[in-house]
DNA sequence: CCGAATATTTGACACGGTGTCAATAATTTG
DNA sequence: CAAATTATTGACACCGTGTCAAATATTCGG
């Protein structure tokens, strides 16, 4: 067999900066192929499709992130480790000059806009399971900080309306490009979950 | 001059529909054109672009949504109001067979995606736009509600975070399409804001 | 009532993007 | 070294956006 004259994990590093910077939709595979020094035919060869490619550089990116979060919900008190949370998060969106964004949720809109026509299927479903796997993490980390006093409500649900602040987070700073916005929704999200106190 | 032979409104109106139905990239001029009834060049002569077409059919259809969100806001205590508020939003997004998403939130992600190109600045805009209304009228809400005693945080950070959580459920109804637990959400979210007793 | 002015409609065209396919080229294995 | 297999290449079809000139319909002034 004759062998591939790229490697498959920096095309998929290549794709996805420029699906992150650009947009899905505002990416075409000649560009790709330009950046990464190849042919367009290529990228269907080993690929298959634009949103074939686009969604296995996105489970790429994805695992990378889900243990950046783990790290950050892993050390400290319980407001340090959601204020890690939140700043990661934050910092993920505005990140790259101009900021490029969240780089889990543009994709999922773009995608999630046409349905029904099996590959945003998958996509929904792929960025399904990576918020349910964040969610899993922040309830865990709760229900931790529960049995060490430092919480006490329903693990569960705050930590799905944490998740869900942080999609909010995502698009509104589409809207308004404006830092310490995020971050004071953040901080108050924090205190409300946690208690204005601080316990 | 020669009058147009087609209604403004009507196709703003046709436009929506089709664009909170498919996706702003799902659908193409002539899919409008055809459902309009006339040709693709007569919506390009009057109104530009596709997505100046989008702008405006946005546009008309969010003024219409601000009346009804003011209308949820207006009668009854503050958890009533607030309540009428995330139905109406929820009910929003689920509505339509398939449920069409979030109609403000959609556009914005889809066309957000590619900046810098001067008419998605527009649409950035447009959405920014309904997004601080919308909050200033959960604000005054609340600043109501604390006067009679029914609320005694910050009103504009409570509706800031309000708002935010309004987005993430956006997001997350196209990621999980489990309309409950979109309510759980909004129900805890209120319990929250408020205080869990209802005061 | 007629013609000039003006805006709309229409259809052809250019361009770029996705995706397919057959032909070609480069390895590995027998 | 030859056969088999896979990757690459370039041409092609198709669709969508957007532009333009020609044709058409209406209004207004004389």
């Known amino acids: 067999m004759r062998p591939r004259e790229f490697d498959h994990d920096d095309v998929l590093r290549i794709a996805f900066d420029q699906f992150w910077r650009n947009g899905v939709r505002g990416?075409?595979?000649?560009?790709?192929?330009r950046d990464a020094g190849l042919q367009r035919g290529s990228l269907y060869n080993a690929f298959g499709s634009k949103e074939a490619l686009f969604l296995e550089a996105y489970e790429r990116y994805a695992a990378d992130y889900l243990l950046a979060l783990q790290k950050a919900l892993g050390a400290?008190?319980?407001r340090k480790r959601l204020t890690a949370f939140f700043d990661?998060?934050?910092?993920?969106?505005?990140?790259g000059t101009p900021p490029r964004g969240c780089p889990t949720t543009r994709g999922l809109m773009e995608?999630?806009?046409a349905e029904g026509e099996g590959l945003d299927e998958d996509a929904r479903k792929a960025f399904a399971g990576l918020m349910a796997r964040i969610t899993a993490l922040v309830r865990d980390t709760l229900?931790?900080?529960?049995?060490r006093?430092?919480?006490g409500g329903d693990p569960a649900a705050a930590a799905?309306?944490?998740?869900?602040?942080?999609?909010?987070?995502a698009v509104l700073e589409r809207a308004f490009d404006d830092e310490?916005?995020?971050?004071?929704i953040a901080a108050h999200t924090i205190d409300l979950v946690l208690g204005k106190s601080g316990r």
Chains 1, 2 share one sequence.
């Open 27 to 33: 990416t075409s595979l000649s560009d790709i192929a």
């Open 76 to 78: 400290g008190s319980l």
């Open 88 to 95: 990661l998060t934050i910092m993920n969106f505005r990140s």
């Open 111 to 113: 995608l999630g806009a």
């Open 143 to 147: 229900s931790a900080g529960a049995a």
């Open 149 to 151: 006093g430092e919480f």
């Open 160 to 169: 799905l309306h944490i998740v869900t602040m942080t999609r909010g987070l």
């Open 180 to 184: 310490p916005q995020l971050r004071k």
